[in-house]
């Protein structure tokens, strides 16, 4: 998808120089990627100890 959006150029270009990327796109992408795994990693956090999973382990490892 084409957008146009206005980023500070000195971030992207430390991305670029940091993971190695030759393009911009690619930089955004990567930047994109990252954050959406720090935000499953913080969601996966808040259900810590909420016993939001059922299911029987001892089964599940025989199975």
């Known amino acids: 998808m084409l957008t146009n959006i206005d980023i500070d150029q000195k971030k992207v270009a430390e991305v670029m120089s940091l993971l190695n990327i030759k393009t911009k796109k690619e930089a ?4 994109l990627e990252n954050y959406l795994r720090i935000l499953s990693a913080q969601e996966l956090l808040k259900m810590k100890g909420s016993n939001v999973w059922e299911g029987d382990l ?3 490892r025989t199975e």
């Open 28 to 31: 955004v992408d990567k930047a």
């Open 58 to 60: 001892d089964k599940m």
